[in-house]
């Protein structure tokens, strides 16, 4: 009799602390909001890729050492965090204070779905040269692959050199593109204009 007296005592007492803790949950906002930061993170996390992705996939693409890919992976990371996308390609472009660029590649979603995507624009500013090679772009704020398809205009100043590889902002539409470049050739000086996303090629670069 004692024997079951004492489980009957031991399943009321565990029912009381479960009672318990879920009254404590449902009265504890902070419980509440770290569940939900929680949840949102791991969301995140699920549809942008980490550093250790993007170092292999630039070192690759770029042709690049995977120290040199990862001081610009690290850069980008420490100003716009996780992108949502990237687009690997290859563009020409030349100029003589007027200039052009055009190229072409594919956008890779973290959820699998791609997009081939051609891109050019026109560059004015004190700049000379031609240049030719490879692109790696980040792509942040992206996640409907449609929304690509538009015009970036560049972010002023925000031009900069890591480990050999030139790095810029676009932003349009709270969409922000940083193309990562290297290849051969030459351009001097400092420029500003827009580049289109496009479906199609199109010749003129407007």
């Known amino acids: 009799m004692m024997h079951a007296n004492l ?6 007492a565990s029912a009381l602390l479960l009672l318990s803790a879920c009254a404590t949950a449902a009265n504890n906002p902070n419980s509440n909001s770290d569940i939900r930061e929680a949840q949102a993170k791991a969301g995140q996390e699920a549809s942008s ?12 693409h770029l042709g690049v050492t995977s120290e ?6 690290e850069r980008l990371f420490k100003d716009r965090g996780r992108p949502t996308a990237y ?3 290859e563009e020409t472009g030349g100029a003589l204070t007027v200039g052009v660029r055009y190229g072409k590649g594919t956008l890779w979603m973290k959820d699998g779905r791609t997009e081939e995507v051609y891109w050019q624009g026109p560059t004015v500013g004190f700049d000379v040269g031609a240049d ?3 692109v790696f772009t980040l792509v ?10 538009q015009r970036f205009p560049g972010v002023d100043g925000s031009a900069y050199l890591v ?3 030139s ?7 709270g969409v922000t593109l940083a193309p990562i470049r290297t290849g051969v050739g030459l351009r001097l000086g400092a420029n500003v204009g827009y580049t289109s996303y496009t479906r199609k090629r199109k010749i003129l670069p407007f």
């Open 7 to 12: 489980k009957k005592f031991a399943a009321a």
């Open 49 to 60: 890729y980490n550093e250790s992705e993007l170092v292999a996939a630039v070192s690759t």
């Open 68 to 73: 040199s890919a990862a001081s610009a992976i």
């Open 87 to 89: 687009i690997t390609g």
């Open 132 to 134: 030719a090679g490879k």
């Open 140 to 149: 942040y704020g992206l996640n409907d692959p449609n929304y690509v398809f």
């Open 163 to 165: 480990a050999g590889m």
């Open 167 to 173: 790095i810029n902002y676009q932003r349009a539409n």
